[in-house]
């Protein structure tokens, strides 16, 4: 696939920070004084925010259009200055990142990537982004998020593997491991390595990697589980192991499933005891029906058992038995034994 080989890294740059706000400086002094400061204002050059057209315009009493041209002058400026000493080092860092993720990126995590959180940098690398011609910006589709790529990158390529990633997905109908999902694209695009699959579906807006890092359909509850009731069961299945309400609620907050607000372990508690796929096996403490655990009361439990076995059963056969479904203590199964079941001599019993 021309995606996996068509772009090559170039040697890693030097990134000093301050490159981006420092050279647009330098540049921009250049020109005149409107002209400089309406490009500060459009990107947030500086401390500020950044406007759109028509603010800039009432601050200057222009139009809208007219503020248009006069920062498309000022791009096309910057466009030109191939020969400034500090140019070069901007087309190698962007180039540089871009190589790097296959030739393309989110716009957000370039921006983040090159920027070092500072607003000032951002902002004078987004004016370089629109003026440069080795970079193109694609608006957000219903395939992927707004990104920018290298020109001579191919769309076409990355639309093939995130629809063959997608058929696999749906073929499969579960979230998957990136070495599972890897294995079984492999079988049908062997030119891709498998960090070029992971970068080129970075950008999708169909495909998501989950908390727990496996790859799925952006609308699965197991990639991005919206309720209360979704994130516990995910927390669950993930840990694999009966937990208590409040640590659910924890978990929930630490793997980043709850953006917001804190989750409220009453809140966990009173939503997870009207579902049936949330067992109450203990005091607060929660199961998933799917492992085999079973609703009621300790006596129900026990009732189930006997009902279910063709002879009278032994009190540790019993206990056993219970205690793979239900977190309680012995004491409490003998005693539901020994009040509510016929003994059948020594150690059996059976319902009476």
Not at 88 to 114: F, R, T, W
Not at 275 to 284: I, M, N, S, T, Y
Request: no cysteine; hydrophobic share 35%; glycine share 8%.
């Amino acid at each position: 696939m021309a995606t996996s080989n068509s772009i090559s890294s170039p040697p890693k740059p030097k990134e000093p920070r301050g490159l981006f706000s420092s050279t647009l400086q330098g540049l921009l002094e250049r020109l005149p004084v409107r002209s400089r400061s309406i490009v500060e204002a459009r990107f947030g050059i500086g401390n500020e925010t950044p406007k759109t057209l028509e603010e800039i315009g009432r601050s200057y009493q222009i139009t809208r259009e007219r503020v248009r041209q006069v920062i498309g002058s000022a791009l096309g400026f910057l466009s030109q200055e191939k020969a400034h000493p500090s140019i070069g080092e901007v087309v190698d860092s962007i180039e540089h990142a871009l190589a790097e993720n296959q030739g393309v990126m989110k716009a957000d995590d370039l921006l983040e990537k090159l920027s070092f959180q500072s607003k000032k940098e951002r902002g004078a690398l987004l004016a370089f982004l629109e003026a440069l011609s080795i970079v193109k910006e694609e608006k957000a589709t219903k395939e992927y998020e707004k990104l920018y790529r290298l020109k001579d990158f191919s769309l076409p390529d990355l639309k093939k593997v995130i629809d063959g990633v997608k058929t696999i997905l749906k073929e499969v109908g579960d979230a998957l491991e990136g070495k599972a999902l890897y294995a079984r694209f492999k079988q049908v695009h062997g030119d891709l390595s498998e960090q070029a699959l992971y970068n080129l579906l970075s950008v999708s807006k169909e495909i998501k990697q989950s908390v727990f890092g496996k790859w799925g359909l952006a609308g699965w509850s197991d990639i991005k589980p919206r309720g209360t009731r979704e994130k516990a069961y995910l927390v669950l299945q993930t840990k694999n192991t009966p937990l208590h309400f409040r640590e659910i609620a924890s978990l929930i907050d630490s793997y980043g499933l709850q953006k917001k607000k804190k989750s409220h372990p009453q809140t966990v508690h009173n939503e997870l005891i009207k579902d049936k796929r949330f067992v109450l096996v203990g005091r607060g403490i929660y199961a998933l029906s799917d492992w085999g655990y079973k609703r009621g009361t300790v006596k129900e439990v026990i009732t189930d058992i006997l009902r279910g076995s063709k002879e009278p059963l032994s009190r540790e056969a019993v206990l056993a038995r219970v205690l793979k479904i239900r977190q309680v203590k012995k004491s409490t199964v003998i005693i539901n034994l020994n009040t509510f079941f016929a003994r059948i001599g020594k150690n059996a019993y059976t319902i009476k």
